[in-house]
C-alpha cells in the first residue's frame, strides 16, 4: 500500500495553496499502482478570521478544484478539511475522500471543536464558527478499511475506538496542531491512539507560521499497528512515502487481542461508595 502524507505551510489564500499541493503532488502522477494522500487540516483555508466566512456549498468550487487534482493525477485524494456550509449559519470542517476519478468516496465533519488557550498567545474557539459533526466514518478503500478524524479529535480515544470497531485498518488524521501543543503531546497521542486501535495512524499535519500568527508544529508522520513510527516530516513542507504491510495489523492483533477482551463496564463502579453515616 502506496501512502503519501503532504506537510503543508498553508496560508490565507486557498488560490496558492493549490498551486503548492499541485506542485507537490504532480510527480505522483507517474505512478502506476493505487495511491492515497492524505492532506493537512485546512489545507487550503488556512487564513485569519472566520472559518464560517470562507464556507461553500456542498460540492463547492474549492470542493470541485480538489476532485479534480485527484482526477487529473489518478490517485485517491483525501482533502483535509473543506469548510462547508451549516444550517445553522456556521461551517463544517469536513474531510472529504475524492477517488481517482474525482468522484467522492466519503466525507467526516470533525466532530471535537478546539476551544483552548494553551499559552501561546492565540485564543481558540472553534465552536463559535464551526459545526461540529456527529458520525463516526469508516470508508472501504483498495488500502483498506480507512477511519477518519481530524486533528483535536486524537484527545478522545472514544471516537478511534469506535472507528476500530467499526473495522478500520488505518486512520487518517489531518491536523493543524499548534506548535506549543505539538512539542507536548502530537507524537504520544498519534502513537497511543495507533496503539490501541492497532491500526496505522497516518497524521498529516500543518507546520510554521500562518497569515494570522499562529504556528503549528508540523511532525507530520505515520505509525503502524505496533506503535512503531514508519516515517515522519520534523519541519519544512514536504512529502512523506511509505509502503504499508498490511500483515502487520493482523500480527499485532493476533499478538494482543484487545478488541476480543473489550468488556462493558459498569457506570455504578466508577462512583465511591458512601461511608456509612457520612
Not at 467522492?104 to 472553534?126: C, N, P, S, T, W
Not at 502530537?186 to 510554521?208: D, M, Y
Request: proline share 5%; aromatic share 6%; hydrophobic share 40%.
Amino acid at each position: 500500500m502506496q501512502i503519501h502524507l503532504l506537510q503543508l505551510n498553508s496560508q490565507g489564500e486557498p488560490s496558492h495553496n493549490l498551486s503548492r499541493i499541485r506542485e507537490r503532488l504532480s510527480p505522483l502522477a507517474a505512478a502506476t499502482t493505487p495511491q492515497l494522500v492524505i492532506l493537512p487540516e485546512a489545507c487550503l483555508h488556512m487564513a485569519s478570521g472566520n472559518w464560517a466566512a470562507q464556507a461553500e456549498v456542498e460540492g463547492g468550487p474549492w470542493q470541485t478544484a480538489l476532485a479534480q487534482l485527484a482526477g487529473e493525477l489518478g490517485l485517491y485524494l483525501l482533502a483535509g478539511t473543506l469548510p462547508v456550509q451549516a444550517e445553522d449559519g456556521r461551517a463544517y470542517a469536513a474531510s472529504l475522500l475524492y477517488g481517482p476519478q474525482g468522484q467522492l468516496l466519503g466525507r467526516y465533519d470533525k466532530i471535537h471543536l478546539f476551544d483552548a488557550r494553551v499559552g501561546d498567545g492565540q485564543r481558540y474557539r472553534e465552536s463559535r464558527d464551526t459545526c461540529p459533526g456527529e458520525q463516526a466514518v469508516v470508508i472501504d478503500t483498495p488500502f483498506g478499511r480507512l477511519g477518519l478524524a481530524v486533528c483535536y479529535d486524537v484527545r478522545f480515544p472514544a471516537l478511534f475506538q469506535r472507528l476500530a470497531e467499526a473495522g478500520a485498518e488505518l486512520i487518517a488524521l489531518p491536523s493543524a496542531f499548534t506548535q506549543k501543543t505539538g512539542q507536548a503531546h502530537w507524537q504520544v497521542l498519534v502513537r497511543a491512539r495507533a496503539i490501541e486501535t492497532q491500526c496505522f495512524v497516518l497524521a498529516a499535519n500543518q507546520w510554521g507560521q500562518h497569515a494570522d500568527g499562529r504556528r503549528t508544529w508540523g511532525q507530520s508522520m505515520v505509525v503502524d499497528p505496533w506503535g512503531r513510527l514508519l516515517a515522519q516530516q520534523n519541519e519544512g513542507e514536504g512529502l512523506i512515502s511509505v509502503k504499508l504491510d498490511p500483515q502487520l495489523i493482523s500480527q499485532a492483533r493476533a499478538a494482543i487481542p484487545v478488541q476480543q477482551h473489550q468488556r462493558a463496564i459498569d457506570a455504578a463502579l466508577l462512583i465511591p461508595n458512601k461511608t456509612e453515616g457520612a
